[in-house]
Nanobody, 122 residues
Framework: VQLQASGGGLVQTGGSLRLSCAASGRTDSTFHFGWFRQAPGKEREFVSVISGSGGSTYYVPSVKGRFTISRDNAKSTVYLQMNSLKPEDTAVYYC????????????????WGQGTQVTVSS
């Protein structure tokens, strides 16, 4: 499984971005996908997860109501729509995949994309 994240950029506070994660290889509905982020000097943290069917989603409280995760299994692509962005959302965002468990735990994810930089200016 290979993952390619894209869509990052520089945006002002209150702006929006949509991240994409294109998957290749075996990425059927048995795979759950997550988004994580890592700010400078901080550990990588969970942002959101979507189940293999797309029927279940979960968000870290700091982004709930502002971010929306979705997936298009026909295109093997997962999205993260980010609205009302804040400076504290600035980080490198990574997509990840796992067939083991629908989880917010970094350790459960076996496949990782290369990351895409999101910078929110104040």
């Amino acid at each position: 499984v290979q993952l390619q994240a894209s869509g990052g950029g520089l945006v002002q506070t209150g702006g929006s971005l949509r991240l994409s994660c294109a998957a290749s290889g075996r990425t059927d509905s048995t795979f759950h996908f997550g988004w994580f982020r890592q700010a400078p000097g901080k550990e990588r943290e969970f942002v959101s997860v979507i189940s293999g069917s797309g029927g279940s989603t979960y968000y870290v409280p700091s982004v709930k109501g502002r971010f929306t995760i979705s997936r298009d299994n026909a295109k093997s692509t997962v999205y993260l729509q980010m609205n009302s962005l804040k400076p504290e959302d600035t980080a490198v965002y990574y997509c990840a995949a796992t067939s083991r468990s629908y989880s917010a735990s970094i350790g459960m994810y076996d496949y990782w994309g290369q990351g895409t930089q999101v910078t929110v200016s104040s």
